[in-house]
Nanobody
Framework: QVQLVESGGGLVQPGGSLRLSCSASRSIFGINAMGWYRQAPGKQRELVATITSGGNTNYADSVKGRFIISRDNAKNTMYLQMNSLKPEDTAVYYC????????WGQGTQVTVSS
């Protein structure tokens, strides 16, 4: 069983930055696949970025070069550094972990607007 809690969302102007955090209720050392997804109003949930326990990363084309996913196993936390934010990045961002089954956080709202 894993509980995931996201934090760090908010309102930011276009071109700004935010860092999301995902805190897990247990050690993430043994959790290979973790990632961030997002869902905008009226759209399906989509993959943003994933990271393995070995540090291999994968990004959606729309965020490559702007977002950075990382994890700190010692702190049981995963991060998403979001730079050069655009209005189209506005969405609820969800933390995901695959450990025997899929686990999701409750989501954190990111709004990019002037």
């Amino acid at each position: 069983q894993v509980q995931l809690v996201e934090s760090g969302g908010g309102l930011v102007q276009p071109g700004g930055s935010l860092r999301l955090s995902c805190s897990a209720s247990r050690s993430i050392f043994g959790i290979n696949a973790m990632g961030w997804y997002r869902q905008a109003p009226g759209k399906q949930r989509e993959l943003v970025a994933t990271i393995t326990s070995g540090g291999n990363t994968n990004y959606a084309d729309s965020v490559k070069g702007r977002f950075i996913i990382s994890r700190d196993n010692a702190k049981n936390t995963m991060y998403l550094q979001m730079n050069s934010l655009k209005p189209e990045d506005t969405a609820v961002y969800y933390c995901h972990a695959a450990f025997l089954r899929d686990y999701w956080g409750q989501g954190t709202q990111v709004t990019v607007s002037s």
